[in-house]
């Protein structure tokens, strides 16, 4: 079975603090996603990396940060987390040759920043 | 921009067939169509993707008209267990128009009811 794990179910931070969700996949997928989701808003995506120490921004990177050091895990980095950043933050992986193929989530990091 | 419109919300009956209908008027020629389920608190989940024409496993069926602007969900005789937020997804360039991705669009909140 493949499975995504990601670091936190349930994450509190402060207004300011510099937030670090991880995410690890155990599939030797290459491409890995960070996604956020708001209510009647769907799954938007920040940031793609379709291998390692590689990065593309997607429909809303701003604010956020990512890394890939290692192929099978994916950090999102709030470098300054504000309210507004609340929310429900999903990743995902795939394998590599076409983002199409059908990704695999964790369960998600539910943010509250106050 | 590639992108998806579904309705917002359905209500179906223990026992009925439920056709959940995505429009994606600018799909790219070599575009997949590819539908997700989510229960709360849950990532999404793949159901079924295709090309063209029909496709058919064991959880539902995905009908592709020929000029492929739109795709229908078919769920054969939904249960309780069905209600779920169901997502189309068709590709799209990135932010920085690179890589080929994935973009999920804002779902169909499915209820099946007693």
């Known amino acids: 079975d493949v499975k995504v794990t990601q670091s936190s179910r349930y994450l509190v931070k402060r207004t300011g603090e510099k937030v670090f969700l991880e995410c690890v996949q155990d599939m030797d997928h290459e491409n890995m996603f960070w996604y956020r989701q708001d209510p009647g808003l769907g799954l938007r995506l920040i940031y793609f990396s379709y291998d390692v120490k590689m990065k593309e921004k997607g429909d809303i990177p701003e604010g956020y940060s990512v890394s890939r050091e290692k192929k099978e895990r994916f950090s999102l980095i709030l470098e300054s987390a504000s309210t507004n950043q609340t929310s429900m933050y999903l990743c995902?992986?795939?394998?590599?040759?076409?983002?199409?193929?059908?990704?695999?989530f964790g369960p998600g990091t539910r943010l509250t920043v106050t | 921009l590639a992108k998806t419109t579904q309705p917002i919300s359905m209500d179906s009956y223990e026992g009925q067939e439920v056709n959940i209908t995505c429009s994606h008027n600018n799909i790219a020629t070599n575009d997949y169509i590819t539908w997700y389920q989510q229960f709360p608190s849950q990532g999404p989940r793949f159901i079924i993707q295709?090309?063209?024409t029909k496709v058919t496993n064991e959880v539902a069926s995905l009908f592709i008209p020929a000029d492929r602007k739109s795709s229908t969900l078919s769920l054969p005789r939904v249960s309780l267990s069905d209600t779920a937020v169901y997502y189309c997804l068709v590709g799209d360039f990135g932010a920085s128009g690179g890589s080929y991705i994935p973009t999920f669009g804002r779902g169909t909140s499915l209820i099946v009811h007693p």
């Open positions: 995902a992986s795939n394998k590599g040759g076409l983002a199409v193929y059908e990704q695999y």
């Open positions: 295709g090309y063209k």
